[in-house]
């Protein structure tokens, strides 16, 4: 097991959003998080990633064990494509970035800034920080947001690659990956406070 979500109820800004979740991830494992828009799903993830507390329940994984990407690509501007990466790589303290390059067809811009990037190449950037955390949880919110069909397909092939690996994966996404899964809808699980003055854009 390298998460267990037991009972969990998480807020944001102080007002309930979810309440008396519970599933887990084994090695291999796709869970895919389902819902609309202000259902709950990036402060759901957001809560798995320790980047806020519970208001009830237990999240149970081992020290540093999730890795999260979130809407913003997270890249320092001036920076090249291979720096940034050997950045997040010492960051974690793991190996080279070859493997993060090729994942995601990034060989040919790795000495490109990240300013000069595309929103897509961002994207995709972004996203190859994740083969370089060495974190066995990837917690990823909407990640195929401005990438083209074949760089989606370059994301699930990541995906796959990690899960085959050992690792597992929580995704929030509306579009379909292709990827063997387990789908949790999270709007069954929604607390019964409003949480209309929120801005569904963080929830």
Not at 68 to 77: P, S, T, W
Not at 157 to 173: E, F, K, N, Q, S
Request: aromatic letters at 4%; proline letters at 4%; hydrophobic letters at 50%.
């Amino acid at each position: 097991m390298l998460l267990r979500v037991h009972d969990l109820s998480c807020a944001r800004g102080g007002v309930p959003v979810l309440e008396r979740l519970s599933f887990e991830l084994s090695p291999g494992d796709v869970l895919v998080l389902r819902g609309p828009n202000g259902s709950g799903k990036t402060t759901l993830l957001r809560t798995i990633a320790g980047l806020q507390p519970p208001i009830a329940g237990r999240i149970e994984a081992e020290d540093g064990a999730v890795a999260y990407g979130a809407h913003a690509d997270g890249l320092k501007a001036t920076l090249s494509v291979a720096e940034n990466l050997r950045f997040w790589a010492g960051v974690y303290g793991t190996g080279g970035i070859d493997a993060a390059l090729a994942a995601f067809d990034l060989v040919q811009l790795q000495d490109r800034q990240a300013q000069n990037l595309s929103a897509g190449q961002k994207r995709r950037l972004g996203l190859a920080r994740l083969l370089v955390t060495g974190r066995p949880v990837w917690a990823l919110d909407e990640p195929t947001v401005s990438l083209d069909v074949a760089s989606v397909g370059l994301f699930a092939d990541a995906v796959r690659a990690h899960v085959a690996g050992g690792g597992a994966a929580l995704i929030a996404t509306h579009i379909d990956l292709g990827l063997e899964s387990r789908v949790l809808d999270v709007s069954a699980h929604r607390a019964v406070a409003p949480v209309d003055a929120l801005d569904e854009a963080f929830l």
